[in-house]
Structures are given as C-alpha cells and as structure tokens.
C-alpha cells in the first residue's frame, strides 16, 4: 500500500502559477505510476496528468496539455504538477493517484488517492 498526501494549492490570480507536491509513504516509490485528477463543482472527476513508473510516458489531459508539467522524484518519494497560465476553469479539488499498475488515464485504474488540494483561480 502508499499513502498520499497533497500540498501547495490555494488561490492564485488568472494567468499565475502553483506547484502541487503529492508525498509519497508506504511501499516502494518506484513501483507505483501516479496521476494528479481534478474535480470541479458538478462535474466529473478528470485526468489531468499522469506518469509512469520510469517516467518514461507521461499523459496529459487535452485541456492542460502545454500549460501544466507532470514530473516524480523517486528519491524525494514525490510527484509534483507544475501548472503555469492558470485560468479560472483550472478551479477544482487536484487529487494525488496511485497505481500499481501501468498508467492509465480512467481513475477506476488507480488504487490510492490522497484527500485532495484545493485550486483556485480568481478572475
């Protein structure tokens, strides 16, 4: 098992940026592909981006591709999401996911969640 814990939301202007960190305890770092997801007011849980084991294919969602970077630190045990031009549809709770398997882009592939990080960006 891995227990995730998120950090680094909070409000930022349109056009600004944040770093999310998703913190990584339990079993081997290395052996997990790991997901960031975000679900706004009244819709559906979506894929942001993911990121395999070795890093070596990454996934993004079509609505943040060139804007926001997936990247993992397997030494730190953390998964980072670097968003730069933050627009106020970005809004939403930005979920760490785990998977012991290959990456995927559906959350029913992903075992482990943390509790979440709230985003929010004023207009």
């Known amino acids: 098992q891995v227990q995730l814990v998120e950090s680094g939301g909070g409000l930022v202007q349109d056009g600004g940026s944040l770093r999310l960190s998703c913190a990584a305890s339990?079993?081997?770092?290395?052996?997990?592909?790991f997901a960031w997801f975000r679900q706004a007011p009244m819709k559906e849980r979506e894929l942001v981006a993911a990121i395999a084991r070795t890093g070596g294919r990454i996934l993004y969602g079509d609505s943040v591709k060139g804007r926001f970077t997936i990247s993992r630190d397997n030494v730190k045990r953390t998964v980072y999401l670097q968003m730069n031009s933050l627009k106020p549809e970005d809004t939403a709770i930005y979920y760490c996911?785990?998977?012991?398997?290959?990456?995927?882009?559906?959350?029913?592939?992903?075992?482990?969640w943390g509790q979440g990080t709230r985003v929010t960006v004023s207009s």
């Open positions: 339990g079993n081997t770092f290395s052996s997990y592909s």
């Open positions: 996911a785990a998977s012991g398997y290959y990456v995927g882009e559906s959350a029913d592939e992903y075992d482990y």
